[in-house]
């Protein structure tokens, strides 16, 4: 008896246990066994597909549903050493076996398309390329497939600089010369041959070039045994090196406004260009070096060099001076004549040597000419007579002075004696 009701127990035991199994197994069952994966085009699954470290690619799963399943998502990751990076689709639905008449019009399943864009991790620093694995899943509310992981070759891109540093000073002054320091290494496939590297500042006109010669792709390893993986063609010359610095100079112009300035990094050869910017500030206390003081132009040169400047005033007015140089530190001052009569308005263009337009003063004024029919008046004739009247006035005062008698200054009585 006590056998039986074992065996009995036992089946029970065994019969929930399978229940179990069963539950386990449809809520945990695969949404899909018929699937294609393409990356770039290129089925994943009977090629090696090679990428280009740094791009985007593009992964597609093509499968057929076996269950129907809401709030599906695919899922893909990229497995770096030190960088993972992932993409998740929007949710849908899937659906399966389809009767709309009879038995004969069942479909099976249906099939679908996904389409996740992944952008390569950059890992490789002391290698052309290596393998990363891709890891993908289709993930519903009960249902899941996890398909078998990728192995994708990523290269480094043919030709590629990276521009590492950038360094000047965050504040300069107008006429400054200053330098601009630069580390730039080789992250590409092939070496680099003639690097060429140009600083700028657009706005303001000015640019420096210079030649940084040849940058190899990978270092050379100590001895052949070590090259590996890492030096798989050739051993180069122990000299060359991947990374490689250099400096430049540039000269801000005198008399910029302040402000915030973008100076620009452009470094380029045959095979590639790379580019990069940061901001400066451009302080500047004299702005301006060309003035207008009365019916007079003055020019001061702040620099550390003579400047020649050409100036031209409109007809009918004159200047004194129409090329004139001023030396280092100094001004100069240029009388400017309105050579008519009346009110008179015009303009007085100041140019570099080369001819360029650093200023444009405006005169206007009266030169005090009187209307027709009357009679102008010389101030140095008003203040002749002024000045008559004044010493005639003295001289009368004067006159009656001298001639009025003196009072006596008591009385004295006779004397006898």
């Not at 090259?227 to 991947?242: L, S």
Request: with cysteine.
């Amino acid at each position: 008896m006590n056998k039986m009701n074992t065996k009995n127990a036992l089946v029970s035991f065994l019969a929930i246990v399978t229940v179990f199994c069963l539950v386990a197994t449809v809520s945990a069952g695969e949404i899909t066994d018929s699937y294609t994966v393409k990356v770039d085009g290129t089925d994943a699954y009977s090629n090696t597909v090679s990428v280009i470290a740094g791009e985007s690619i593009s992964v597609k799963v093509y499968f057929t549903s076996l269950v129907c399943d809401t709030d599906v998502t695919f899922e893909a990751e990229l497995e770096g050493d030190k960088v993972d990076v992932d993409a998740s689709s929007a949710p849908f639905n899937v659906e399966t076996h389809s009767c709309e008449v009879n038995e004969t019009d069942c479909v099976e399943g249906y099939a679908y398309k996904k389409t996740l864009t992944l952008k390569v991790p950059y890992e490789l620093k002391d290698s052309r390329s290596d393998f990363l694995t891709l890891n993908l899943e289709l993930d519903g509310k009960d249902h899941k497939t996890v398909f078998p992981e990728i192995q994708l070759r990523v290269q480094r891109p043919s030709y590629n600089v990276a521009i590492k540093s950038v360094s000047a000073s965050q504040t300069v002054e107008a006429g400054e010369t200053f330098p601009v320091d630069l580390v730039l290494k080789n992250i590409g496939y092939n070496d680099l041959d003639d690097l060429y590297v140009t600083v700028s500042i657009p706005s303001l006109g000015i640019e420096k070039t210079g030649y940084f010669g040849d940058v190899v792709a990978l270092e050379c390893c100590e001895n052949e045994d070590e090259c590996g993986d890492v030096c798989p063609y050739e051993c180069c010359d122990e000299d060359d090196e991947n990374t490689v610095s250099g400096r430049l100079y540039l000269e801000v112009p005198y008399g910029v406004n302040s402000g915030i300035y973008t100076l620009e990094v452009e470094v380029t050869n045959d095979d590639t260009t790379s580019t990069k910017v940061i901001d400066i500030t451009v302080q500047n206390d004299f702005e301006q070096n060309v003035f207008k003081s009365g019916n007079s132009v003055w020019i001061v040169n702040p620099t550390d060099n003579v400047l020649g400047y050409r100036i031209v005033a409109e007809s009918p007015a004159s200047v004194s001076e129409s090329i004139v140089f001023v030396p280092a530190g100094a001004s100069k001052t240029i009388a400017v004549s309105p050579n008519t009569e009346g009110e008179y308005s015009f303009s007085v263009n100041v140019f570099t040597m080369k001819g360029e337009l650093v200023e444009t003063l405006t005169f206007s004024g009266n030169t005090g000419a009187v209307a027709d029919g009357e009679t102008e008046t010389n101030p140095v004739v008003i203040l002749t007579v002024i000045l008559a009247v004044i010493f005639i006035v003295l001289l009368i005062v004067l006159i009656v002075l001298i001639g009025k008698k003196p009072e006596k200054s008591g009385e004295f009585g006779e004397s006898y004696y």
